[in-house]
């Protein structure tokens, strides 16, 4: 069974910044977009950054200049580069990918267990 799993997440003050990781393992054949989401409590899940199977990232105007996401297919490793760290930022990062297995033809997606990130003096 394929999984997900983040970690890099922790505590950094205003103005600081943190690196986050998420690699795949598993029966993999493929991994096509990879993505990074974010909850804060009380909020709805949000897209922060995706990249595509070659390379082609996407970020939204929320985070935009301040995140920036980056792959390695050769670890099947996706990362979430965040500088300029404000409290708002707090939340739960979860990354997700559209990976398809070596005994399917199907793409499932396929998510973490989140890492905490907390922005805070």
């Known amino acids: 069974q394929v999984q997900l799993v983040e970690s890099g997440g922790g505590r950094v003050q205003p103005g600081g910044s943190l690196r986050l990781s998420c690699a795949a393992s598993?029966?993999?054949?493929?991994?096509?977009?990879m993505n990074w989401y974010r909850q804060a409590p009380g909020r709805q899940r949000e897209l922060v950054a995706s990249?595509?199977?070659?390379?082609?990232?996407s970020i939204p105007e929320s985070v935009k200049g301040r995140f920036t996401i980056s792959r390695d297919n050769t670890k099947n490793a996706v990362y979430l580069q965040m500088y300029y760290l404000r409290p708002e930022d707090t939340a739960v990062y979860y990354c997700?990918?559209?990976?398809?297995?070596?005994?399917?033809?199907?793409?499932?997606?396929?998510w973490g267990q989140g890492t905490k990130v907390t922005v805070s003096s």
């Open positions: 997700s990918a559209n990976i398809q297995e070596t005994d399917s033809p199907s793409i499932t997606e396929v």
């Open positions: 990249i595509g199977m070659l390379g082609s990232p």
């Open positions: 598993g029966s993999i054949l493929r991994i096509y977009d």
